[in-house]
């Protein structure tokens, strides 16, 4: 009798170890969402969003390097032949440079299983959503739109004088910046600024570095003026 | 004191000494200061006139506050400050810039250590004397190196622009492509910067997929980006 009860226990033990095991190893999206951050500063999961690297919205039974709307593909990645799917994507979030070797994709891969197997989990949910999950802004910006953005944000003049630009903004303040300080750059995107009307974003470093951004390159020269007579 | 045995002496002995030693630290060691400097100097120079995004601070010593000529983004509040830059004024400054002068545009909190800023004071005085100078690591805003001798990787040849994408020629013959959020157009018009026409391109982090490209003025920029696809 108590052979059998110390088998009972025995059995029923083993089997929860094993239920316990089966579990941990499931993929598991929400872990997989955590993972992605680290993929979401250059991919977007809205459909033609491209930013650093083109959107995944879709992405499975994409042939690698086809999206028409993102223009950056390397040859390396558009000349694969490569199916994306969960065996071709799961070698490719492995070890990029070994799947397709020259490829531009400035990442080392991962090498826990466990790690990517969470991570497809997620992004095969994600890329094939209506709604993909709001997703923090990409690192390269489009956090702030600047159509819609607040007068602080809202660029009225930007004037230069020697090493200084002047940036005058709609809630009436001035503010200077060391030129190798102050970045111009180019959003002809929906979440870009309207033409004429340039955005002031800041950009790290305790405020006294910034982006102004511009529709088009062809605005730039033109709206900066040089002035020395404010200072 | 009978009690003690050799070993407890020994300990005692260090004990005292090391209690000693701030005492002489409140000289301060221009050594520890030059690398507490290393703090300052992405913003502020020691060559003379050499200002970034703060003002060099060659030859500080008895200088009005927001008094360099060359320097010409000082706040109100440093400019009509009144305050002369010497031992006291300046380790004031550095204890807590906010609180000595309010509203200036420095983003420092300012050291709590008396003696760091000794330190720092210590370094600060011989290396702003004229001629003193050490030369200085690369500054974080750039201008480490003179962009009118460029290797050919970083000396531009075209740029063109189709939607998103900016494609940057270099002369080494190679064509890279940028999403146009990640390449920042910039003006570097000191001595240092680009000759005009011929914009530099310089990495900028984020594993290479971001970069700089600075011209010698910004009446340059849209005229040497062509659109076209």
Known sequence: ????????VLAATGMAFAIATAWAAAPDANRGEQVFAACAACHSLEPNRSMTGPSLAGVWNRKAGSLASFPRYSTALMSSGIVWNDTSLDKWIKNPQQLIPGNDMPFQGIEDDRQRADLLAFLKQAAQSEHPPAQMGGMGGGEINLKTAGPEHLVRAVSYCRDTY?????????RAFW???LRFKVDGSNGGPEKGVPGLVGAGSAGDRADVIFSSVEEISGFIKNDCGAQ | MSHMSQAEMVATALVLCIAVSPAFASGGDAARGQRLFDNCAACHSLTPNRNMTGPSLAELWNRKAGGLASFSRYSDALKSSNIVWNDKTLDEWITDPQHLIPGNDMPFQGIKSAEQRADLLAFLKEATQPGHAPSQGGQMGGGDSNLKDLA???????????GDTFKVTTANGKTRDFWERNLRLKTDSSDDGPAKGTPALLPAGMMGDRA???????????????PGC
Request: glycine share 4%; with cysteine.
């Open chain 1, 1 to 8: 009798m108590k052979q059998r009860y110390l088998t009972v």
């Open chain 1, 166 to 174: 002047r940036v005058t903004t709609s809630d009436g303040k001035t």
């Open chain 1, 179 to 181: 030129e190798r300080n």
């Open chain 2, 152 to 162: 050919p990787e970083q000396r531009v040849q075209a740029v063109t622009h189709c």
């Open chain 2, 212 to 226: 700089d490209l600075i011209f010698a003025a910004p009446e340059e920029i849209s005229g040497f980006i062509k």
